[in-house]
């Protein structure tokens, strides 16, 4: 998703998304997660109306352009996890699509201001919506034990407590740099290491910081309610804690709450009627993609079509969940 400045944004999968929603001239679709705007540009060029949402000020300004530009675009300043809420304020009870590119985006990547990548030094921010607490705030009066949870939680890192000592013992922090260097050095970094293991800690903590899998959750719902029949839903995750979330969420609403055997049959005796089909098999980008965009490497789009099942009752989904 990196490009120049001048050049046209082009998201990850665009293609492969377009392809999963179908959109038809004069339907509504929810670009969730706006950004640059490319998956909403594709959508309108297809003749759809858009509405498209972002917490982050920059990307509603960009919205704002392309709202005043084009009467079928609508922006809104929000979390996506709202859109139901948020679209019945604007008369709109159903839509045909929904999709969400889930995660930081290239545009926040990339402003070293923003904090959310230590491949330049900047302030410790990783603030999406640019508003409430920030990473360094919450790293310099956090716990050591709550830091090491989040960090093996988010990030998957098996040395999160030694990585939380040292952050603990380094306090306050201010920077990137200061923070990639602690873990760094925690974790005995050497240069030729494939992989920069700053890399899951600062995952974690920005997942923690703007309460990503949450959004993700709530938003898999949202998108539920506000589905017609037949509506699709499209969402690209970028790493494996997204994916399980999206990949779980299509596989319970299609009917099948777990693995089951000849003797235990896989659906819940007491499951309502299945609200999705998946569309197909998760979709990874092609070489030439990768080739053009290594963050696209990392993708993975997984589509669904809602049936007209009325929506999950969300006293049971908690409850089947924790079986």
Same mark, same amino acid.
């Given at each position: 998703m990196t490009q120049s400045d001048s050049a046209p944004h082009v998201p990850v999968l665009r293609d492969e998304v377009i392809a999963a929603l179908a959109p038809q001239p004069t339907e509504t679709h929810v670009d969730g997660t706006f950004g640059a705007g490319g998956y909403s540009r594709a959508l309108l060029a297809a003749g759809a109306r858009v509405v498209g949402i972002d917490r982050d000020p920059d990307a509603v300004a960009t919205g704002r352009e392309l709202e005043a530009e084009n009467a079928d675009f609508t922006m809104i300043a929000g979390l996506f996890s709202d859109l139901a809420s948020q679209l019945a304020e604007r008369d709109i009870d159903q839509v045909d699509g929904v999709t969400f590119d889930i995660g930081v985006s290239s545009m926040q990547f990339d402003q070293g201001t923003r904090g959310f990548s230590f491949q330049a030094d900047g302030p410790l921010d990783m603030r999406m919506s640019q508003a409430g607490m920030t990473a360094a705030e919450w790293l310099n009066s956090a716990d050591e034990a709550d830091i090491a949870d989040v960090i093996y939680r988010y990030g998957e890192e098996r040395r999160s407590r030694r990585i939380a000592h040292a952050i603990v013992a380094a306090r306050p922090l201010t920077t990137t740099g200061e923070l990639a260097r602690i873990v760094r050095k925690a974790v005995g970094h050497k240069p030729h290491d494939k992989k920069d293991p700053a890399t899951r800690a600062f995952q974690a903590i920005r997942i923690f910081i703007n309460a990503e899998l949450e959004e993700l959750e709530r938003g898999l719902a949202a998108a539920e309610r506000v589905l017609r029949p037949g509506g699709r839903l499209a969402v690209v995750s970028f790493h494996s804690l997204e994916d399980r979330i999206v990949k779980r969420f299509l596989k319970r609403r299609s009917g099948a709450l777990g693995a089951g055997s000849r &003797? &235990? %049959? %896989?659906? &819940?005796?007491?499951? %309502?009627?299945?609200?999705? *089909? +998946?569309?197909?098999?998760?979709? /990874? @980008? +092609?070489?030439?993609?990768? @080739? /053009?965009?290594? /963050? @696209? !490497? +990392?993708?993975?789009? /997984?589509?669904?079509? !809602? *049936?007209?099942a009325p929506a999950w009752d969300e006293t049971f989904d908690r409850e089947s969940a924790a079986c």
């Open positions: &003797h &235990h %049959p %896989p659906t &819940h005796p007491d499951a %309502p009627a299945p609200t999705f *089909s +998946s569309l197909a098999k998760a979709v /990874r @980008a +092609s070489d030439a993609e990768i @080739a /053009r965009n290594p /963050r @696209a !490497r +990392s993708a993975t789009l /997984r589509a669904g079509i !809602r *049936s007209a």
